[in-house]
């Protein structure tokens, strides 16, 4: 019994790995400049990483509805070599039809502040949405329409952990997930 339990741990993070990688591929298509590419135009890439609190209104369900999402994030930015310094996100979107199931369809907008008071006004425009054994993983892509770095491209990144019971579809629904996101504003 042991063993069939081992296997089956085994091959759902097979799945899972294999699942994150296919939508790893399916997002890099998504958009045109790799992260590490060398500087064009004097500007270096931006990776910020972070933790975000987040809420649905209404609450996700097993019916799809007009759902408004909303995170606060804490980021830790690299913008050049050896230089990290903090900064601070507000997310929204509309999603027009999020279940517990599905999140498809959301685009949003995010105001990154920056530590020197400078600002990024980024536009989310792409994503693709999976849920791997429990765990929802957002692949989105947009770009900075205002600030800090307008025009360039961006690739966000979000995994959620569950931090409610599944049951709560049934009930009173998802009310929204801790999560981890990573930001990458490209050359």
Known sequence: MADDLLEEHVMSRRGMTVTLGSLALVFSSLVW????????????A???TGN???????PLTLLP??????????????TAPGRTAPATGSFDAL???????SLSG??????????????????IDGAVTARVTGVLVVLQSGRVV???????????????????LPTDCLTSGLQ???????LEILP
Do not use: F, K, M, N
């Open 95 to 101: 999603a027009p039809s999020a279940s517990c199931l």
């Open 46 to 48: 931006v990776s910020c």
């Open 146 to 164: 205002a600030g800090r770095d307008e025009g360039h491209l961006v690739r966000r990144t979000v995994t959620a952990l569950p931090d409610q």
């Open 65 to 78: 509805r007009r759902t408004h999402i909303h995170a606060d994030v804490h980021y830790t930015c690299t």
């Open 52 to 58: 975000a609190h987040g809420s649905y209104d209404p």
């Open 106 to 123: 959301a685009s949003g907008r995010e105001v990154v502040r920056y530590a020197d008071g400078s600002r990024s006004v980024i536009v």
């Open 176 to 182: 929204g997930p801790q999560s981890t996101v990573r």
């Open 33 to 44: 400049a790799p992260a590490g590419q060398a500087r064009t135009g004097g500007h270096e």
